[in-house]
């Protein structure tokens, strides 16, 4: 194989990526699609992305997309194509539903035109990870699911109205799109077991975490809290990221009503996001901020005291919450409020970043965080062994490999030949 070749190793490969959240989504699975798509773009590929119109997390469609139907743009050599879908401004299963539906009906309606390689798709949604499964049939080529949430737990287990009619759903249409896959694709290996009791073969299900996608801080960190006005010595609790009913936030409020003198921060955006305003309303240790932009995001983060990650007490094996590389970067230590048996669970203690205290538990919470402040060297020890443990796992050159390695098992033959 020639350097060039090694360069471009998926060189004359046509490839399809299925992610219902895209660029210039900043939060989510968007970025780790954006990510993936523009790296096998550069190692060769000629990619398409087939995605609807960016929402997440605010669930309000972007401004500059409002009123179009369709699109194709050029993204960093990626060809994204979007394809116009409801966007529920509350979650309840009906409205949910509405939304996968029309995500499925008008991707299988307008498909990109040409036959691909392989399809990958992002799950979720549920929408996605069938579409990737009918269009790799329909081409009769490899499909690669892989699996960010499992949305039949997530019906059972987040709380959403109507969730336990949705999850029977769900799991039907999970059940069809990973049955059918080449290979299966899990970010956490505590999803393992739900997806093997769908019917998929152990032997084909893959470890492909997710990397750190974001930068390291690099503002003074005083400067930083300057400018957001949180005084040097008043402790700063933040938490990042949607604000959906699985994450549980009111735990967070309730900590804010415990200890005036702790400001509680709650940056980004999502359809709980005002009714956790009314339920903190004259709190004025209470913050909401916007989500960060890439440039400043991690040294807010790095800014806090504590970072905080929350669940719903029934939050079990169906999400690893994305926002714990963006945490791990920073340099701050975690406090993990759920599930002791939960897939994050497990990642907080491998990386040895933070602590781990019951759900739904304001106090054990506040206890947790009292304790990381009045302590500041174990704060910082704690702190510091998220990057350590980003650089050894995490980081977005070992995940792309890890990619590029179950890419290039689908589209070898088994003696390990190219298959065309």
């Known amino acids: 194989m020639s350097h060039a070749d090694h360069d471009k190793p998926f060189a004359y490969r046509r490839l399809l ?17 954006a990510q993936l798509a523009e790296h096998w773009a550069a190692s060769g590929a000629e990619t398409h992305v087939l995605t609807g119109m960016p929402h997440y997390p605010s669930w309000r469609m972007d401004a500059e997309y409002r009123g179009v139907w369709r699109t194709a743009e050029k993204r960093a050599g990626v060809l994204v194509h979007r394809r116009r879908h409801y966007v529920p401004p509350r979650q309840t299963a009906l ?9 499925l009906a008008h991707g299988l309606l307008a498909p990109p035109g040409s036959r691909p390689d392989a399809v990958v798709s992002q799950m979720p949604s549920l929408a996605g990870g069938v579409i990737g499964a009918r269009l790799a049939r329909r081409h009769r080529v490899p499909y690669i699911p892989v699996v960010q949430d499992l949305m039949g737990a997530a019906a059972a287990q987040s709380g959403i109205r109507g969730g336990d009619r949705a999850a029977a759903v769900a799991a039907r249409a999970e059940r069809y799109a990973l049955r059918s896959a080449s290979l299966v694709g899990v970010i956490h290996e505590s999803f393992v077991p739900r997806v093997t009791a769908y019917g998929v073969d152990p032997g084909r299900v893959r470890l492909v975490p997710n990397w750190s996608h ?18 040097a010595d008043t402790p700063v609790v933040l938490h990042s990221g949607n604000m959906g009913l699985k994450q549980g936030l009111d735990v967070l409020v309730d900590v804010a009503r415990l200890a005036p003198d702790v400001r509680v921060v709650l940056m980004g955006d999502g359809n709980q996001r005002e009714e956790l305003r009314t339920r903190a309303a004259g709190l004025p240790n209470l913050d909401f901020l916007p989500p960060a932009g890439a440039d400043e995001f991690t040294d807010v983060l790095a800014a806090a005291d504590v970072l905080a990650v929350t669940q719903r007490a029934s939050v079990l094996d169906m999400s690893v919450p994305s926002k714990l590389t963006s945490y791990f970067v920073s340099g701050r230590p975690v406090v993990a409020s759920v599930a002791d048996e939960g897939g994050t669970a497990q990642e907080v203690r491998r990386s040895g970043a933070g602590i781990l ?25 704690l702190g510091a062994r998220g990057p350590e443990y980003v650089a050894r796992h995490l980081s977005r050159e070992a995940g792309l490999a890890r990619f590029d390695a179950l890419l290039t098992e689908v589209l070898e033959d088994p003696q390990g030949r190219p298959r065309r």
């Open 214 to 231: 974001v930068q390291r801080p690099s503002a003074d960190r005083a400067a930083t809290r300057a400018r957001l006005g949180w005084h």
């Open 95 to 103: 409205r949910r539903g509405a939304f996968e539906a029309t995500v």
């Open 17 to 33: 990526v299925v992610s219902t959240n895209y660029a210039p989504e900043l939060t989510g699975i968007g970025p780790y699609a």
């Open 357 to 381: 205290v019951a759900p739904e538990d304001p106090g054990a919470l506040l206890a947790a965080v009292r304790k990381l402040v009045e302590g500041p060297a174990e704060a910082d020890a």
